[in-house]
Structures are given as C-alpha cells and as structure tokens.
C-alpha cells in the first residue's frame, strides 16, 4: 500500500474568489506563512513521511518547503500537479470573467473539455494530475508520500479514487494548508481515508481556486 498525503498550499493574496492558476510568483501571505509552519508540524509529528512532491508554482514550493525542513527531505518537482491554467482569466473574480466573458464562462462551466481563452480544460488538469499520480505511485511503492499541490488537482485526485463522476469537483470545499489523505493498493483499489482535514488551523476559509 502507497499512501499520499495531500496539502493544499497555505494562504496567499488572491486566495478567494478569484482565479489564481498558473501565476508563477503568486507567494504564501503572512498568514499563509503560519498555516505552512502547522501543517508541516501535522507531517513531522506523523513520523512515517518519506518523500515530499510538490507543484512547481511558488505558493505550493514554500508549503513543502516547511516540511522539508523538518523532515530533512528533498522536495521534488512535479510540473504536472500545478494549478489549472484559467488563461485571460486568471487573476479575475468570477464576476469580473462573467462581465467580460459570459457565454464563454457558461460554457467551461458546463463542460469539462472547454478551456478558458489562452487556459486549458479540465479534462487537461484531470488528464497531467492522473499522470502525475501515477509517477508517484511507480516513485514510491509501499512508502508515505507527501504531496503538496492546489484545489483542482487535489479534488481530481480525491474524484478518481471514488471513482466519482467530474462534476463531483463542484461539490467539494477544501481549505487552505487542508490535508487529505488516499491509500493506493497493488491491486488497483483506492481508500480516501481523510478529506479537508484544517483541525491545526484556525481561521481558515474554504475557496473555489488556487
């Protein structure tokens, strides 16, 4: 069995309602700061983590980057569990794309193979964050893997281990520096055995994207 611990990165000044993708400066904020301090504290009181995979986007490099102090680990780099790419529109509040861009916004809404303009779809996320599991598993069989990445590619890898149809992403509310757990067996099975746990934190919110 490979189980893989999954935090979402810590707060930063777009987290919220708006769109923030592939920004590849977006930093922790201060309090984002403090939520990666506790949520490394949660993986080094573990005890049982043996390998640190991470997002390439900064916000998720200085979450792991925590645990990797504790831990005395190496992160690596995975660029297939970054955040969705939303294109013209990251950056924007949904209500700023639905002023510009309101058949469009319909639509990736509607339908999982449209991408925003410049962006690509969720059929994309979910097809590099499939990739990017399967790395991990074949990385580090039988090992606890601490996998720090964003609130798409951690809500499409809790759905493909439910086996859960796509739309279940939309149904899922997830904190900043939140962890959820899956077990993987040789067989093919998978277990959520936790989801959005945010316990060690306070004061946390709950958002859409980032």
């Known amino acids: 069995m490979t189980t893989v611990v999954l935090v979402r990165h810590g707060l930063t000044r777009l987290t919220g309602p708006v769109l ?4 590849p400066d977006l930093h922790l904020d201060e309090r984002g700061e403090a939520q990666a301090v506790l949520a490394a504290a949660v993986v080094h009181a573990r005890g049982d983590v043996s390998a640190i995979v991470s997002s390439p986007l900064l916000r998720c490099r200085q979450t792991a980057a925590r645990a990797a102090a504790l831990l005395d680990l190496y992160v690596t780099v995975d660029d297939d569990l970054a955040e969705a790419g939303f294109g013209d529109w990251d950056g924007l509040t949904f209500d700023e794309v639905d002023g510009r861009w309101p058949e469009q916004l319909t639509e990736w809404l509607g339908r999982t193979d449209v991408a925003p ?7 994309d996320v979910v097809e590099r964050t499939r990739r ?30 439910l086996d859960a149809p ?32 945010a316990a060690h934190l306070a004061g946390s919110t709950s958002v859409l994207g980032g």
Request: proline share 7%; glycine share 6%; no cysteine.
């Open 117 to 123: 303009p410049g962006g690509e779809s969720m059929d």
């Open 132 to 161: 990017a599991r399967d790395r991990v598993l074949a990385a580090y069989p039988g090992q606890v893997v601490l996998v720090v990445a964003h609130v798409n590619p951690i809500k499409t890898l809790v759905r493909l281990a």
């Open 166 to 197: 796509s739309d279940a992403i939309y149904r899922m509310a997830m904190a900043p520096a939140s962890f959820s757990e899956i077990e993987y067996y040789p067989d093919g099975t998978s277990v959520l055995r936790s989801f959005a746990v």
């Open 20 to 23: 923030a993708g592939w920004t």
